[in-house]
């Protein structure tokens, strides 16, 4: 069983900085591809940053911007977020599976979410 919950949300304005985190719990077989995903109304949710098998991956629209880490001693999935813009605005989810996959619809485990609010 898979546990993911977030903390670390709020609002910022816009050049700031935030730092999601991510306590995850759960075999280490599910638990190999982690990452995070946002999701604005009336869209599908999108990739931010994952590390699985297949590495540290950023979307384009957060490359230079975000860094994601894994702490797996502490069972902990962060995501620092800079020069955060109004765009960055979104309910982002950290997500488990066993591999990594293109479709977000395909991850298997999600934690609740947690709303991030960049003002201009």
């Known amino acids: 069983h898979v546990q993911l919950v977030e903390s670390g949300g709020g609002s910022a304005q816009a050049g700031g900085s935030l730092r999601l985190s991510c306590a995850f719990s759960?075999?280490?077989?599910?638990?190999?591809?982690l990452g995070w995903f946002r999701r604005v109304p009336g869209e599908d949710r999108k990739e931010v940053a994952t590390i699985s098998e297949k590495g540290v991956r950023y979307a384009d629209f957060v490359k230079g911007r975000f860094t994601i880490s894994r702490d797996n001693a502490k069972h902990r999935l962060d995501l620092e977020m800079n020069s955060l813009q109004p765009e960055d605005t979104a309910t982002y989810y950290c997500?488990?599976?066993?591999?990594?996959?293109?479709?977000?619809?395909?991850?298997?485990?999600w934690g609740q979410g947690i709303q991030v609010t960049v003002s201009s």
């Open positions: 759960g075999s280490t077989y599910n638990t190999n591809a």
């Open positions: 997500a488990a599976a066993p591999y990594f996959t293109y479709n977000p619809n395909l991850w298997d485990f």
